[in-house]
């Protein structure tokens, strides 16, 4: 499935926002990702539960809410990414879920999933969106660790410098694939985002950079398989089944 992207036209929200240098690298982390296929797994798989999820969201009745809506999801696409591991391993894509937090990692970068609070709306609030936890604090330092922003630090040749030792890989390792869902058309909509945090006291950013990956349209929303009506005679029940 591929989506449209709309925020640039609608000026609701910049599109790829971010540091340069970030941003390069992360349009270029969405591209290899996506010619692998992963992004496309992955969309497809965000699409498929929430429009699912939507279609059986029940407040009046059950009780649902935002949070059992989003959680769920989360749940869903958990169980689905990693019932599909083995098939990816082939194509060097490792899926699994160290801590209960679902990873997929592939030529040294790791990619995390994060479902923005429905505040944020049709597209996140880079500046407020918080993804909290001992494995986004991890995430964030490493980035940290391996990159200078631009403005920062520099080398020589005019690369950033890395904050480790120069034995050890420098660069960014995490990007976090961050997605929306709307509960009244059931359209969803994703991005890539660097995680950061560089040590600072108070905290600042918590996004180094992010990049549009898919904005779906109403058109666009994947309707479930229908189920077939099968009809069992009660002869073949037995006669317990039919008193």
């Known amino acids: 499935m591929s989506g449209t992207w709309e925020t640039e036209r609608s000026g609701a929200r910049p599109s790829r926002w971010g540091d340069a240098g970030a941003v390069a690298w992360l349009r270029e982390m969405?591209?290899?990702?996506?010619?692998?296929?992963?992004?496309?797994?992955?969309?497809?798989?965000?699409?498929?539960?929430?429009?699912?999820?939507v279609a059986r969201h029940d407040p009046r009745v059950a009780g649902d809410t935002a949070l059992t809506l989003g959680l769920t999801s989360s749940e869903n696409l958990r169980s689905r990414l990693l019932a599909v591991a083995p098939e990816w391993a082939e194509r060097e894509v490792r899926i699994a879920a160290p801590w209960n937090s679902l990873v997929l990692a592939h030529e040294g970068v790791t990619l995390h999933l994060m479902k923005a609070p429905p505040q944020h709306g049709p597209a996140p609030d880079w500046a407020v969106l918080r993804w909290q936890g001992e494995v986004r604090a991890a995430a964030a330092e490493q980035n940290g660790a391996g990159y200078v922003p631009a403005g920062g630090q520099l080398t020589l040749d005019g690369l950033p410098a890395p904050r480790h030792p120069l034995d050890e890989p420098a660069g960014l390792r995490h990007v976090v694939l961050v997605w929306t869902g709307d509960p009244a058309t059931a359209t969803t909509a994703g991005w890539l985002a660097v995680p950061w945090e560089d040590g600072a006291e108070?905290?600042?950013?918590?996004?180094l950079a992010a990049t549009p990956v898919w904005s779906h349209g109403p058109d666009d929303v994947p309707a479930p398989a229908p189920v077939p009506?099968?009809?069992i005679p009660f002869s073949a029940l037995g006669d317990d089944a039919v008193r």
Request: hydrophobic share 50%; no cysteine; proline share 6%.
């Open 30 to 53: 969405r591209d290899r990702w996506r010619a692998v296929g992963v992004l496309g797994l992955l969309e497809d798989a965000v699409a498929a539960v929430w429009e699912r999820n």
């Open 229 to 231: 009506a099968v009809s």
């Open 202 to 207: 108070p905290p600042g950013r918590a996004w």
